[in-house]
């Protein structure tokens, strides 16, 4: 699989063929941290390396913390101490494919770090343990909205999880509407789960045809799929004003095959074969595709009537295939993170995804410097949680061999894509706390 520096990223990459992540009915969890608007030009020279941001300094003090954990700069510190905020026996709501302790996981080494935010040196404390009431006193009264694909609904279960440990929730199912909730009525908080895992609208054009039915389309991996890159799919932007936080997220999918429309015309495709299609394109990567539908969302948040929350964009969680990809025998076999290089920087990653996060923080960026010049921050509020990094040191925390089992979901034997639950990304939880709490 073709790989590339996240520092050489701005020198332009290359497509890479990759997994998808596939559609999953439930799930949790949380995000991220930061706590500063960035003007788009500081993204002109974004990496994950060891580019300094301005005024980060390096002093241990709370500010410098904070924006070190903004950024996702940081390492996993290894705390043998550390227990997981829930394990398989404390949460009924881990699926099948996340259930690495079931599917016979031989070590629970993993699960022994903690994210200590800092830009190496040793000031700042590690993240956790997850404070449960303490995330249930900051959104007393509210509602949190989850749109994207398995991904998202793994952090909605990993947060689901986490909180059950204080309040057993209730769960429930509006299968006509497409949405999963669940309530905490003691603490006056609920949590939906939306699945759409382009965030705009789209139709897959080609499949089995017991698949193209619109609630299936998500468990095939055929296409390709018409990509409506300027229209957000509507029927989660129509929910979103009853919710207090809107989670986003959207990746992986973004690699398969789609033709891309913008006013209801072609502009382009992506693997689609047609190579008249592809010569004249306007939308020819993946990557810019994402750009776009990302400025549709984030712009109809903005402006959508009522929706005075906040809105919170997940970027990119990288898959770690090594010796193959997801459809050809790769495999993640790390039984620990990575570590940075003496000179700061980050293991590689893949070269789509790196494109991908790449266009995620500069939409965001221009987003957020959009809302910000148009109502003084009164209305929509958006928060970025880059896990990229923190996520791109964790090999060792994909289910592998033991995700699925049975072989559920065709190409997803090896699953180096998902996330062990519980695991890695129950940080994310920690961070959709710092979030909350800072706005
Ligand atoms: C939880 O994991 C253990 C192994 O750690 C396994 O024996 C048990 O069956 C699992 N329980 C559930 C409910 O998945
Ligand atoms: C591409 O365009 C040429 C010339 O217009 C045409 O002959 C050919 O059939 C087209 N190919 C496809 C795949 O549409
Ligand atoms: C948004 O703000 C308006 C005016 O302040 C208020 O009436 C409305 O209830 C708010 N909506 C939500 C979802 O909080």
Same mark, same amino acid.
């Given at each position: 699989?073709? !790989?590339?520096?996240?520092?050489?990223l701005l020198?332009?990459?290359?497509?890479?063929?990759?997994?998808?992540?596939?559609?999953?009915?439930?799930?949790?969890?949380?995000?991220?941290?930061? +706590?500063?608007?960035?003007?788009?030009?500081?993204?002109?020279?974004?990496?994950?390396? =060891?580019?300094?941001? #301005?005024?980060?300094?390096?002093?241990g003090?709370? *500010?410098?913390?904070?924006?070190a954990? /903004?950024?996702?700069?940081?390492?996993?510190? !290894?705390?043998?101490?550390? /227990?997981?905020?829930?394990?398989?026996?404390?949460?009924?709501?881990? %699926?099948?494919?996340?259930?690495?302790?079931?599917?016979?996981?031989?070590?629970?080494?993993?699960?022994?770090?903690?994210?200590?935010?800092?830009?190496?040196?040793?000031?700042?404390?590690?993240?956790?343990p997850?404070?449960?009431?303490?995330?249930?006193?900051?959104?007393?009264g509210?509602?949190?909205?989850?749109?994207?694909? =398995?991904?998202?609904? =793994?952090?909605?279960?990993?947060?689901?999880?986490? +909180? =059950? %440990?204080?309040?057993?929730?209730?769960?429930? !199912?509006?299968? *006509?509407?497409?949405? @999963?909730?669940?309530?905490?009525?003691? &603490?006056?908080?609920?949590?939906?789960?939306?699945?759409?895992?382009? %965030?705009?609208r789209?139709?897959?054009?080609?499949? #089995?045809?017991e698949?193209?039915g #619109?609630?299936?389309q998500?468990?095939?991996?055929?296409? $390709?799929?018409? +990509?409506?890159?300027?229209? $957000?799919?509507e029927?989660?932007?129509?929910? *979103?004003?009853? &919710?207090?936080?809107?989670?986003?997220?959207?990746?992986?999918?973004?690699?398969?095959?789609?033709?891309?429309?913008?006013?209801?015309?072609?502009?382009?495709? &992506?693997?689609c074969?047609?190579?008249?299609?592809?010569?004249?394109?306007?939308?020819?990567?993946?990557?810019?595709? %994402?750009?776009?539908?990302?400025?549709?969302?984030?712009?109809?948040?903005?402006?959508l009537?009522?929706?005075n929350?906040?809105?919170?964009?997940?970027?990119?969680?990288?898959?770690?295939? @090594?010796?193959g990809?997801?459809?050809?025998?790769?495999?993640?076999? *790390?039984?620990?993170?990575a570590?940075?290089? @003496?000179?700061?920087?980050?293991?590689?990653?893949?070269?789509?995804?790196?494109?991908f996060?790449?266009?995620?923080?500069?939409?965001?960026?221009?987003?957020?410097?959009?809302?910000?010049?148009?109502?003084?921050?009164?209305?929509? !509020?958006?928060?970025?949680?880059?896990?990229?990094?923190?996520?791109?040191?964790? $090999?060792?925390?994909? #289910?592998?061999?033991?995700? &699925?089992?049975?072989?559920?979901?065709?190409?997803?034997?090896?699953?180096?894509?998902?996330?062990?639950?519980?695991?890695?990304?129950?940080?994310?939880n920690?961070?959709? +706390?710092?979030?909350?709490?800072?706005?």
């Amino acid at each position: 699989m073709k !790989r590339l520096s996240i520092r050489g990223l701005l020198a332009g990459a290359r497509r890479t063929r990759h997994a998808v992540a596939a559609k999953a009915t439930t799930s949790v969890p949380a995000l991220v941290a930061l +706590l500063f608007f960035f003007a788009a030009a500081t993204f002109s020279v974004f990496s994950l390396g =060891s580019f300094r941001w #301005p005024g980060a300094a390096d002093d241990g003090g709370a *500010a410098a913390c904070d924006a070190a954990l /903004a950024r996702g700069r940081g390492e996993w510190m !290894r705390d043998a101490g550390a /227990a997981p905020y829930y394990t398989n026996a404390t949460c009924g709501f881990i %699926q099948n494919y996340q259930n690495c302790m079931k599917h016979g996981r031989p070590s629970m080494e993993f699960l022994r770090w903690r994210w200590r935010p800092g830009d190496g040196g040793e000031g700042c404390e590690p993240l956790g343990p997850f404070d449960a009431a303490r995330f249930f006193r900051l959104v007393r009264g509210r509602s949190m909205l989850f749109v994207g694909d =398995s991904l998202a609904s =793994s952090h909605v279960t990993s947060l689901v999880c986490a +909180l =059950s %440990q204080v309040e057993a929730p209730a769960r429930s !199912r509006d299968a *006509a509407a497409g949405f @999963e909730h669940w309530r905490f009525p003691a &603490h006056g908080f609920a949590v939906a789960y939306f699945w759409t895992p382009f %965030q705009v609208r789209w139709r897959l054009t080609r499949g #089995p045809p017991e698949a193209v039915g #619109p609630e299936r389309q998500g468990e095939v991996f055929a296409g $390709p799929s018409d +990509l409506h890159l300027d229209e $957000p799919d509507e029927r989660w932007t129509s929910a *979103a004003k009853s &919710h207090d936080y809107v989670v986003l997220s959207a990746s992986h999918w973004f690699a398969r095959p789609a033709v891309y429309y913008q006013h209801g015309r072609v502009v382009g495709c &992506h693997d689609c074969g047609d190579s008249n299609a592809t010569a004249t394109a306007i939308v020819k990567q993946p990557e810019h595709a %994402q750009q776009a539908a990302f400025r549709a969302v984030l712009g109809a948040l903005a402006r959508l009537d009522g929706f005075n929350g906040t809105a919170i964009l997940r970027t990119v969680a990288p898959t770690h295939y @090594e010796n193959g990809g997801w459809f050809d025998g790769g495999e993640c076999t *790390a039984t620990r993170p990575a570590s940075e290089s @003496e000179d700061g920087a980050a293991p590689e990653m893949a070269a789509t995804e790196a494109e991908f996060y790449r266009a995620q923080v500069e939409e965001f960026a221009a987003a957020a410097a959009a809302a910000a010049a148009r109502n003084g921050g009164k209305r929509a !509020r958006l928060r970025l949680m880059d896990v990229t990094r923190m996520m791109l040191l964790r $090999p060792d925390g994909h #289910p592998d061999r033991h995700g &699925h089992g049975g072989g559920e979901h065709d190409g997803f034997e090896i699953d180096c894509l998902h996330w062990c639950l519980p695991g890695a990304i129950d940080v994310w939880n920690d961070l959709l +706390l710092q979030i909350i709490a800072s706005s």
